[in-house]
């Protein structure tokens, strides 16, 4: 006998519909899973078999054929085990073929004893049911604080396959996930607060410029001189996440499977500080099924990577091409797969090897601060907007009465944000940084005088035409900041004093 069960599985962080066709037949009693499963998969005929026999129902004694379609795409991990189970069930006669309730899509690996349990991955592929046109869900309990707060389709929750097979049968009912919110997923828990970073107000008022525009930003500063604070502080700064911002990392982490089994959306923006010994795999995603890497589960938020100079080239070269187009490309044989990779880097070096350059106690020679500092390509500094250099913090600093606090910035940094979202409504960028060449003409309002100082900080610098037009977005934001209707000449003066840095 033939039947049916409608699943999901994932490529990359997309949900693709699967349907699990199930047939049952004469021959040597068997299970058999086609459809281009991994080994994770292919064991669900295991766990399948002991769930069904450990919940009170009988497994044929006949050959079982699974197939997952379509064939042609690969599918791996435990979450389709609800649904095979349910397709055998059905093709069996336990449970009615076409009943009122057999559209439902069915996600989550089964225990042993027929458990269900909490599966990685949930949200995107509820959210791709849903567009599909397959608005009713069944999910694992343990899974229900992720999709909680949806409000288009119909979810409901199950922690036992016989709590499935007897709400598909019409017996009972099961609880909605909306019925239990999730608390706010993961981010950056204590960000330092700017008050408490003494001195260093010009590397304070550039990160407020970054973060306003999202423009990448290099601290270049000898050890102690607060370039990890200053970085820590940004969470403390940055506005929370839009609605669709927080679907979006929400959706990543779920992937990653880092959000925490309480968590519902994510609001605060993630803050991911990865070891100088990263592989460029783990970095911009990778692996024999393509996994997110730091640079996405950094979307729509930070990538702070202390100690540049010590991460590997090949990991650092890798970053240009998704901070340049905001995603990541992981090409494999048979899979292509994009993940988003929006993220505002932050990154901290050293002037050289000892710490110590320009003062008289460097004991590096020009070639061993050369060798040190080539290690960041010249096209890789090319992605940063804005460059700083710090000096040491005074005596007369540290002992300063505290400024301007994280709270009060941030003030600042969301009006600013507010008129870049009214500035590019209906565009399909949030930020100064992501307008497109093309259009900076038509954002960015030059005086007079703002043109004659561009003109001549680009004879003087030797920027690159990416420099030049990086300088125009910085400029705009700095005018943001300002709530002026054009780029004045003190708002490129400023964006081109960001450029003036020993590296370049």
Not at 23 to 30: N, Q, R, T, V, Y
Not at 131 to 155: F, H, S
Not at 357 to 368: L, M, N, Q
Request: proline share 7%.
């Amino acid at each position: 006998m033939f039947a049916r069960a409608y699943s999901a599985t994932l490529l990359g962080i997309e949900g693709i519909p699967v349907s699990v066709e199930v047939d049952i037949a004469g021959g040597l009693p068997c299970i058999e899973i086609i459809g281009l499963g991994d080994a994770s998969v292919r064991e669900a005929k295991h766990r399948v078999r002991s769930a069904i026999r450990n919940s009170g129902y009988e497994l044929p004694s006949r050959r079982i054929v699974v197939n997952l379609a379509p064939a042609g795409i690969h599918k791996e991990g435990s979450h389709l085990d609800l649904a095979i189970a349910v397709g055998i069930l059905r093709a069996s006669g336990s449970l009615p073929l076409n009943g009122p309730r057999s559209d439902y899509v069915l996600l989550g690996e089964l225990a042993l004893d027929g458990e269900i349990r909490r599966t990685p991955g949930i949200l995107p592929m509820v959210l791709s049911a849903i567009k599909n046109g397959r608005r009713r869900v069944v999910t694992p309990r343990a899974n229900q604080a992720e999709v909680g707060w949806l409000e288009d389709g119909e979810v409901r929750t199950a922690s036992r396959l016989e709590e499935v097979v007897r709400f598909l049968s019409g017996a009972v009912d099961l609880s909605a996930a909306g019925s239990i919110r999730g608390e706010e997923g993961p981010g950056e828990d204590t960000p330092v607060d700017l008050a408490d970073i003494r001195g260093q107000e010009t590397a304070k008022r550039a990160l407020e410029v970054a973060v306003s525009g999202g423009h990448n930003i290099l601290l270049i500063g000898s050890p102690g001189s607060g370039k990890t604070l200053l970085a820590r502080a940004i969470p403390g700064i940055m506005p929370d996440l839009g609605p669709d911002e927080s679907v979006e990392v929400t959706a990543i982490h779920s992937v990653a499977g880092i959000l925490p089994p309480e968590a519902g959306l994510i609001r605060r923006r993630p803050f991911r500080a990865p070891h100088h010994t990263i592989t460029p795999q783990a970095l911009v995603g990778g692996g024999i099924v393509p996994k997110p890497g730091e640079v996405t589960l950094a979307h729509r938020g930070v990538l702070f990577l202390d100690e540049m100079p010590h991460f590997s080239r090949a990991a650092l070269d890798a970053l240009r091409q998704p901070l340049e187009e905001g995603v990541a490309t992981v090409v494999r044989a048979k899979t292509r797969v994009l993940f988003p990779a929006r993220c505002f880097l932050v990154g901290a070096a050293n002037p050289c090897p000892c710490g110590k350059f320009p003062s008289g106690d460097c004991t590096c020679d020009e070639r061993a601060r050369r060798n040190y500092l080539s290690r960041l390509s010249g096209p890789l500094l090319d992605r940063f907007d804005v460059f700083v250099e710090m000096s040491p913090v005074s005596l007369k600093d540290l002992e300063s009465p505290p400024r301007e606090s994280s709270a009060d910035v941030r003030e600042r940094v969301a009006r600013a944000r507010r008129r870049q979202l009214e500035r590019f409504s209906g565009r399909g960028f949030l930020t100064n940084s992501q307008i497109a060449v093309k259009d900076l003409s038509r954002y960015v309002n030059l005086s007079r005088d703002a043109k004659k100082i561009l003109h001549r900080g680009f004879d003087e610098l030797g920027l690159s035409a990416r420099a030049y037009h990086k300088i125009l977005k910085v400029s705009l934001t700095i005018a943001d900041l300002d709530g002026s209707p054009r780029v004045e000449e003190v708002h490129v003066a400023e964006a081109l004093a960001y450029r003036d840095c020993f590296l370049l």
